[in-house]
Nanobody, 125 residues
């Protein structure tokens, strides 16, 4: 699976962005999908994950109520709608795909098999 993330940018606090992750090469609907982020000087951290069907989602506490993960299996695309952005959301955002093996979503990096190249999100105060 090849993953291409896009949609990042420079915005002010309180603004919104929508990230996209387009997949190619394998059957998209077989994969659990997720978003991670890495801020400068910090380790990559889990942000959100979605089950293969899109029916189940899970978020890190810091983004609950502000971010929404979704997917369109017909378009092999995953999204991350980010609202009420804060400066602490500044990071490179990565999308990832993990072949479904029984768990409806994954929160650990080791559970993912494929990674996109990342897209920069910068939130100014």
């Amino acid at each position: 699976v090849q993953l291409q993330a896009s949609g990042g940018g420079l915005v002010r606090a309180g603004a919104s962005l929508r990230l996209s992750c387009v997949a190619s090469g394998r059957t998209f609907s077989r994969y659990v999908m997720g978003w991670f982020r890495q801020a400068p000087g910090k380790e990559r951290e889990f942000v959100a994950t979605i089950s293969p069907s899109g029916g189940s989602t899970y978020y890190v506490d810091s983004v609950k109520g502000r971010f929404t993960i979704s997917r369109d299996n017909a378009k092999s695309t995953m999204y991350l709608q980010m609202n009420s952005l804060k400066p602490e959301d500044t990071a490179v955002y990565y999308c990832a795909a993990g072949l479904y093996s029984g768990s409806i979503y994954y929160t650990r990096m080791a559970e993912y098999d494929y990674w996109g190249q990342g897209t920069q999100v910068t939130v100014s105060s």
